[in-house]
């Protein structure tokens, strides 16, 4: 279990307009509110069903699996927008990337474990 508390990302208010941009930034929160609120139920001490947690896993690696298929378009995509929409993606994929580094230390702890807990088992 995480022994601090995240405050909720929120996802940008606009999108960019661009088309690649906005579907990462999309993605990336749906994730993230997946993984945000199996943080919750967790911290809450919910009991979390086994089937429920195998469904979270499985829609997770959807999530991520569509984020891998749009990434390489993302740079040819900004770089070919005017510069206020530069400027927009680069700040939707700034708040992207701090969801996704959430995501990142959240469902390594849960699913992969943490050294500690390897210490503690032997």
């Given at each position: 279990?995480?022994?601090?508390?995240?405050?909720?990302?929120?996802?940008?208010?606009?999108?960019?307009?661009?088309?690649?941009?906005?579907?990462?930034?999309?993605?990336?929160?749906?994730?993230?509110?997946?993984?945000?609120?199996?943080?919750?139920?967790?911290?809450?001490?919910?009991?979390?069903?086994?089937?429920?947690?195998?469904?979270?896993?499985?829609?997770?690696?959807?999530?991520?699996?569509?984020?891998?298929?749009?990434?390489?378009?993302?740079?040819?995509?900004?770089?070919d927008a005017?510069?206020?929409?530069?400027?927009?993606?680069?700040?939707?994929?700034?708040?992207?990337?701090?969801?996704?580094k959430y995501?990142?230390?959240?469902?390594?702890?849960?699913?992969?474990?943490?050294?500690?807990?390897?210490?503690?088992?032997?």
């Amino acid at each position: 279990m995480l022994s601090w508390s995240q405050k909720r990302i929120k996802p940008p208010k606009r999108a960019s307009k661009v088309e690649s941009v906005d579907a990462f930034v999309n993605n990336t929160f749906e994730l993230y509110h997946k993984v945000f609120v199996y943080d919750s139920l967790v911290n809450a001490g919910v009991e979390i069903p086994a089937e429920i947690e195998d469904e979270l896993v499985e829609h997770a690696e959807q999530d991520v699996d569509s984020l891998l298929q749009i990434v390489p378009d993302l740079i040819d995509d900004i770089s070919d927008a005017p510069f206020m929409r530069q400027a927009k993606a680069t700040l939707n994929l700034n708040k992207a990337k701090k969801a996704l580094k959430y995501c990142g230390i959240t469902i390594k702890t849960y699913f992969v474990g943490t050294k500690e807990e390897e210490d503690e088992k032997e």
